[in-house]
């Protein structure tokens, strides 16, 4: 019903920046709360962060300070900007959708973010 295509992720240096960014489209009923996972090799799958749909947000512990995330509605866009970059964010991201607050039901393809020391 819901189909979410990610852009943006690719190799950056340490202490660079990249935002990347998730369009949603297909059978879109309301604006969800929306956000991002990510998985490094070998390790279990985190939540990055969310955001609903008037701007409440949340982040891991570990990227607060550095990621942003926001939306634009009008585009059913979300995005996260990925500031002072470090090695051990180097993962696949997954954008995704929650039926409810933490209960994801959607989700995108992945999109790979390396960060380089």
């Known amino acids: 019903q819901v189909q979410l295509v990610e852009s943006g992720g690719g190799l950056v240096q340490a202490g660079g920046s990249l935002r990347l960014s998730c369009a949603a489209s297909g059978r879109i009923r309301g604006f969800n709360v929306m956000g991002w996972y990510r998985q490094a090799p070998g390790k279990q799958r985190e939540l990055v962060a969310r955001?609903?749909?008037?701007?409440?947000?949340n982040y891991a512990d570990s990227v607060k300070g550095r990621f942003t995330i926001s939306r634009d509605n009008a585009k059913n866009t979300v995005y996260l900007q990925m500031n002072t970059l470090k090695p051990e964010d180097t993962a696949v991201y997954y954008c995704h959708r929650e039926a409810s607050w933490g209960n994801p039901d959607y989700w995108g393809q992945g999109i790979q973010v390396t960060v380089s020391s």
């Open positions: 955001i609903s749909s008037v701007g409440t947000t």
